[in-house]
């Protein structure tokens, strides 16, 4: 299991500007739209990466179909992929975006290998994490369960 300081994440969202957000949904319930659209409210500029949505508009940007389409620096890449859909991500992240700082893969999406190979590369990488929930906690936004949901039980 991956370990990480708080200072590792706070200096990662702090530093990164541009998040690519591979296999972002259109759908408001999916966490990967919710997700993107949490950062994009705190400031960051979120490029949605979705082939089966590539052209359409969220969040404000043009959905595109691959990293190769985003045709300005990106800070980190953001996955919302299988982890066996990992390598090629990575592989295309490195070639696309010379300055690259972050990988980050969220809850569940972990691979070893691909991991190595971008941390070779000065790149680095975060795994089975959400930056929205990291983001909350280091930040002082998290409440009940995990989630910002705005409303404060009293039955706890």
Not at 29 to 53: D, E, F, M, Q, W
Not at 98 to 110: A, K, R, S
Request: charged residues 20%; neutral net charge; hydrophobic residues 45%.
């Amino acid at each position: 299991m991956n370990t990480y300081s708080d200072t590792l994440l706070k200096d990662v969202l702090k530093r990164t500007r541009v998040i690519a957000v591979v296999g972002v949904s259109m759908n408001p319930v999916r966490p990967s739209y919710y997700v993107a659209r949490y950062l994009g409210l705190k400031g960051y500029t979120v490029i949605p990466v979705n082939p089966g949505h590539a052209g359409k508009m969220l969040f404000g940007q043009t959905v595109v179909s691959s990293l190769r389409d985003i045709d300005r620096a990106v800070d980190m890449v953001d996955i919302f992929r299988r982890s066996e859909a990992v390598p090629p991500i990575v592989d295309e992240a490195l070639e696309t975006f010379p300055d690259l700082q972050t990988i980050w893969m969220q809850i569940g999406v972990e691979h070893a290998e691909a991991a190595v190979q971008a941390e070779a590369r000065g790149v680095t990488v975060i795994q089975n994490l959400c930056p929205k929930m990291e983001y909350q906690r280091l930040f002082g936004e998290l409440r009940m369960g995990g989630f910002a949901t705005g409303i404060i039980s009293s039955k706890l």
